[in-house]
C-alpha cells in the first residue's frame, strides 16, 4: 500500500512538515505539540493510530491504540501497520472526515484516563 494511497496527499505533506519541523526541537522544550494530521484505523479491530509526523523512512509519531487499555506516545512503522491482515483481506484504513479538535497531548490524557483514544 503506497503512503498517498493511505494518507492522502495532503495529510503525507503536512505530516513531513511537522516531522521537519520538529526534528531539530527533538529533546528540548522547544518540541511542538501538533494538532494529530490523521487517524488510522484497523476496521474489524479497535486498533487506532492518531499521526502527527512522519519521515522520510515511514516512520511516523503519534498515539497508538491496540485495542488493550493502554494507549501510548511513540513511533510507529507505517510499513508494519500496512502489513496486517484482517479478515477477509481487511487493512488498516484512514478516518477520512475526521479531524483533530486538540493537540496530540490532550488526546494522549484522555485516553490514558479512559483506556481507548476518543476520537
Not at 505539540?33 to 502527527?52: E, H, I, R
Not at 507505517?78 to 493537540?103: F, N, S
Amino acid at each position: 500500500m503506497d503512503l498517498i494511497g493511505l494518507l492522502g496527499a495532503e495529510a503525507l505533506e503536512q505530516l513531513h512538515v511537522n516531522g521537519a519541523e520538529q526534528a531539530p526541537l527533538k529533546g528540548t522544550r522547544q518540541e511542538r505539540d501538533f494538532y494529530p494530521v490523521c487517524k488510522l484505523f484497523l476496521p474489524w479491530t479497535s486498533g487506532t493510530w492518531l499521526l502527527t509526523e512522519i519521515d522520510d523512512d515511514g516512520l511516523a509519531f503519534g498515539l497508538a491504540d491496540l485495542g488493550m487499555g493502554c494507549p501510548e506516545i511513540g513511533y510507529i512503522s507505517i510499513d508494519e501497520i500496512c502489513e496486517v491482515r484482517g479478515p477477509a483481506g481487511l487493512r488498516v484504513e484512514r478516518a477520512v472526515h475526521w479531524q483533530a479538535t486538540k493537540p496530540l497531548s490532550e488526546y494522549a490524557t484522555e485516553s490514558r484516563q479512559t483506556g481507548y483514544i476518543k476520537a
